[in-house]
């Protein structure tokens, strides 16, 4: 077969096409930092890094659910807490109120007006928020558990206890785990305020007193119990956190393994391509005859 000049040519541009073209897509990948830039570049490694992506999304959705978990416990946490501090107090005043050598009746008056603003405290607890969410409500979290309404017989309707107050709030953390994160204290907050409308009615001779004061130990007894569980729950939701993090970093791992490049490798291409690019243009130069222009120069 006759070689002629214009095949000469022609396989020669092709060929620095083909050059040009490897040391564009190694610079475009210098530049991004990935091994593909587009799908047609490698459609395996494309739909490997959207499942890898995937994950990691679905992981940092998880986490987000994990701080509303964690903000939930908290709020109820440090509710209870007040709950506690609360009977505490009233303690310290029914034992004082129980003293019949000491009190006077006008004494206790102003004791059982100090236990009424505990009441009320009480009740402002019951209807602890977190945003728009009345956390101690059940499923009713758009209901407040103290209702300050008043119903047909005149009087406030007080701590709501039906089962909508009592259902479990749960948010998913996992692939098939949901955490509960609302606390059952409806009986609770309504058992603790009806302690205190008892204390409200004895009389001034002191005579109740004492029997109240072994029912606060009964309510303190059932806070404590309350916060334990609330701290068992978030000790699991911490260990939940751990996986995640766990689970976050092996996707980004092995989204980098699939996608990232080399810059080592890729610059050590880059430098061996320009060199055969170089040799290709010096030995085309030779190749290609000279024209009659060169002559007349």
């Given at each position: 077969?006759?070689?002629?000049?214009?095949?000469?040519?022609?396989?020669?541009?092709?060929n620095l096409s083909t050059s040009y073209n490897k040391m564009g897509?190694?610079?475009?990948?210098?530049?991004?930092?990935?091994?593909?830039?587009?799908?047609?570049?490698?459609?395996?490694?494309?739909?490997?890094?959207?499942?890898?992506?995937?994950?990691?999304?679905?992981?940092?959705?998880?986490?987000?659910?994990?701080?509303?978990?964690?903000?939930?416990?908290?709020?109820?946490?440090?509710?209870?807490?007040?709950?506690?501090?609360?009977?505490?107090?009233?303690?310290?005043?029914?034992?004082?109120?129980?003293?019949?050598?000491?009190?006077?009746?006008?004494?206790?008056?102003?004791?059982?007006?100090?236990?009424?603003?505990?009441?009320?405290?009480?009740?402002?607890?019951?209807?602890?928020?977190?945003?728009?969410?009345?956390?101690?409500?059940?499923?009713?979290?758009?209901?407040?558990?103290?209702?300050?309404?008043?119903?047909?017989?005149?009087?406030?309707?007080?701590?709501?206890?039906?089962?909508?107050?009592?259902?479990?709030?749960?948010?998913?953390?996992?692939?098939?785990?949901?955490?509960?994160?609302?606390?059952?204290?409806?009986?609770?907050?309504?058992?603790?305020?009806?302690?205190?409308?008892?204390?409200?009615?004895?009389?001034?001779?002191?005579?109740?007193?004492?029997?109240?004061?072994?029912?606060?130990?009964?309510?303190?007894?059932?806070?404590?119990?309350?916060?334990?569980?609330?701290?068992?729950?978030?000790?699991?939701?911490?260990?939940?956190?751990?996986?995640?993090?766990?689970?976050?970093?092996?996707?980004?791992?092995?989204?980098?393994?699939?996608?990232?490049?080399?810059?080592?490798?890729?610059?050590?291409?880059?430098?061996?391509?320009?060199?055969?690019?170089?040799?290709?243009?010096?030995?085309?130069?030779?190749?290609?005859?000279?024209?009659?222009?060169?002559?007349?120069?």
């Amino acid at each position: 077969m006759r070689v002629t000049q214009s095949m000469l040519s022609n396989n020669m541009l092709r060929n620095l096409s083909t050059s040009y073209n490897k040391m564009g897509k190694l610079q475009e990948q210098l530049s991004s930092g990935k091994k593909v830039n587009r799908p047609s570049d490698d459609p395996v490694v494309v739909m490997k890094g959207m499942g890898y992506r995937m994950q990691v999304d679905k992981v940092a959705t998880y986490q987000k659910n994990l701080g509303e978990v964690n903000n939930w416990l908290d709020s109820s946490d440090d509710a209870l807490d007040g709950v506690g501090q609360v009977l505490h107090r009233a303690k310290e005043l029914v034992t004082n109120a129980a003293n019949t050598g000491a009190m006077t009746p006008e004494d206790r008056e102003k004791i059982k007006i100090e236990l009424k603003q505990l009441q009320e405290q009480i009740q402002d607890l019951a209807n602890t928020k977190v945003g728009d969410k009345y956390i101690f409500s059940g499923t009713m979290t758009d209901k407040p558990l103290y209702n300050k309404a008043i119903n047909a017989s005149g009087d406030v309707i007080g701590i709501e206890t039906g089962p909508s107050f009592k259902n479990r709030v749960e948010i998913e953390v996992f692939d098939g785990v949901s955490l509960k994160v609302n606390t059952d204290a409806a009986e609770m907050f309504k058992n603790i305020d009806d302690l205190f409308k008892e204390i409200e009615n004895i009389g001034v001779d002191g005579n109740g007193f004492s029997d109240a004061l072994s029912k606060i130990d009964i309510h303190m007894d059932a806070v404590l119990t309350a916060r334990a569980d609330i701290g068992a729950r978030s000790n699991r939701a911490e260990l939940m956190n751990n996986r995640l993090e766990m689970q976050e970093g092996a996707a980004k791992k092995q989204q980098s393994e699939n996608e990232d490049i080399d810059y080592e490798k890729v610059i050590t291409e880059m430098l061996t391509h320009e060199s055969i690019h170089r040799a290709a243009l010096s030995v085309g130069a030779r190749i290609i005859q000279p024209s009659l222009v060169d002559f007349l120069r």
